[in-house]
């Protein structure tokens, strides 16, 4: 039971990896808090993981919904040992194509919330607390027209690395976990591979595959690393 009575906050966690993430921390102890802008799959991740953790709607974009989910986190449990980063959007269009708002949103969903999460609650996080942000294969090798993911990602890795370095004197560690092809809605809302035109080659793995690695990487067995990127693919970058 490596997270007993660990207060863990995982915003997107009303599907896929994030429900994933948030079932494997209450199976071991854990007292989850769900964020997600989608309603009825937040209360019924809550549900399946037991009914006793939280859950918060959230446009995880906006700061005002952000830090409503960190104070009714801090106000049900008084302090956060975990912070699990997850929620993403994703666009499918060549850049000259999309329109600013598109760009600005995806930024918003996947990067911005980041900053914010980890600003309004690294305050309550005590020593020994970790913060583990969803990176991307696609933020090392990637493919056309997912120019907006591809910055969020490849800039969520980089400020990470200089967020590790900011904490250690708090002993609060920030690493990433970067998936690769998973079996969540977001693999299968790519309108290129609903319609057919796009083959995912290699493997492809289970949400649990993911959270598998997050909980390590939150979890006092993986004390010793911070700043990493922990690439869980299925070896699908060395064919991107």
């Given at each position: 039971m490596r997270f007993r009575e660990k207060v863990c906050l995982v915003s997107g966690g009303g599907s896929g990896i994030g429900r994933a993430t948030c079932l494997r921390?209450?199976?071991?102890?854990?007292?989850?808090?769900?964020?997600?802008?989608?309603?009825?799959?937040?209360r019924?991740?809550?549900?399946?993981?037991?009914?006793?953790?939280?859950?918060?709607?959230?446009d995880v974009g906006n700061v005002s919904d952000v830090k409503a989910?960190?104070?009714?986190?801090?106000s049900k449990w008084g302090r956060i040992d975990v912070l699990v980063n997850n929620a993403a959007i994703m666009t499918f269009k060549p850049v000259v194509e999309l329109s600013e708002a598109e760009w600005d949103k995806v930024l918003a969903v996947n990067l911005r919330s980041v900053?914010?999460?980890?600003?309004?609650?690294?305050?309550?996080?005590?020593?020994?607390?970790?913060?583990?942000?969803?990176?991307s294969v696609h933020a090392h090798q990637t493919t056309p027209n997912v120019g907006p993911y591809v910055a969020s990602k490849g800039g969520m890795e980089a400020f990470s690395r200089s967020l590790a370095l900011e904490l250690g004197p708090r002993k609060i560690r920030v690493n990433c976990v970067a998936p690769g092809a998973v079996n969540a809605p977001m693999l299968?809302?790519?309108p290129l591979v609903k319609a057919g035109k796009e083959k995912?080659?290699?493997a492809i793995?289970?949400?649990?595959?993911?959270?598998?690695?997050?909980?390590?990487?939150?979890?006092?067995?993986?004390?010793f690393i911070n700043g990493q990127t922990l690439v869980v693919d299925g070896g699908r970058l060395d064919i991107l």
């Amino acid at each position: 039971m490596r997270f007993r009575e660990k207060v863990c906050l995982v915003s997107g966690g009303g599907s896929g990896i994030g429900r994933a993430t948030c079932l494997r921390f209450a199976a071991e102890g854990g007292l989850v808090a769900v964020v997600d802008l989608n309603e009825s799959g937040g209360r019924q991740t809550v549900e399946m993981a037991g009914g006793t953790g939280l859950f918060v709607k959230a446009d995880v974009g906006n700061v005002s919904d952000v830090k409503a989910a960190v104070d009714a986190t801090i106000s049900k449990w008084g302090r956060i040992d975990v912070l699990v980063n997850n929620a993403a959007i994703m666009t499918f269009k060549p850049v000259v194509e999309l329109s600013e708002a598109e760009w600005d949103k995806v930024l918003a969903v996947n990067l911005r919330s980041v900053f914010l999460f980890c600003k309004y609650s690294i305050p309550h996080m005590p020593p020994g607390s970790a913060v583990i942000n969803v990176s991307s294969v696609h933020a090392h090798q990637t493919t056309p027209n997912v120019g907006p993911y591809v910055a969020s990602k490849g800039g969520m890795e980089a400020f990470s690395r200089s967020l590790a370095l900011e904490l250690g004197p708090r002993k609060i560690r920030v690493n990433c976990v970067a998936p690769g092809a998973v079996n969540a809605p977001m693999l299968w809302s790519n309108p290129l591979v609903k319609a057919g035109k796009e083959k995912i080659e290699g493997a492809i793995g289970e949400p649990e595959d993911i959270a598998s690695a997050i909980c390590y990487l939150a979890s006092n067995e993986a004390k010793f690393i911070n700043g990493q990127t922990l690439v869980v693919d299925g070896g699908r970058l060395d064919i991107l």
